[in-house]
């Protein structure tokens, strides 16, 4: 994508690659699909960097929990179990 971009006159710098994913926090270790972040902490984390690994400047979450107590019970431990694997 940048590489296209410079060959339109826009340097690298300007151009953010941006990604919105869905996402699932498991307790335990999940079955790995492309495009899927699903799985615990770890596997979260790993998935995250691959992300980062290919350029992507940000990277949107969608919590996909129908209910808001666990909605919000999700994100609490992605916050505390898989944000500090990413720093």
Not at 41 to 59: C, F, H, N, S, W
Not at 60 to 68: H, I
Request: with cysteine; net charge negative; hydrophobic share 40%.
């Amino acid at each position: 994508m940048r590489d296209r971009a410079e060959m339109m006159g826009r340097t690298s710098g300007e151009v953010m690659l941006c990604a919105c994913r869905p996402v699932e926090v498991t307790e335990h270790a999940v079955d790995q699909h492309p495009g899927k972040l699903a799985g615990n902490p770890e596997q979260l984390a790993v998935a995250m960097k691959e992300y980062e690994r290919i350029g992507v400047d940000t990277l949107a979450l969608q919590f996909m929990v129908p209910r808001y107590p666990e909605r919000m019970r999700q994100i609490e431990v992605f916050a505390t179990n898989v944000l500090p694997h990413l720093k």
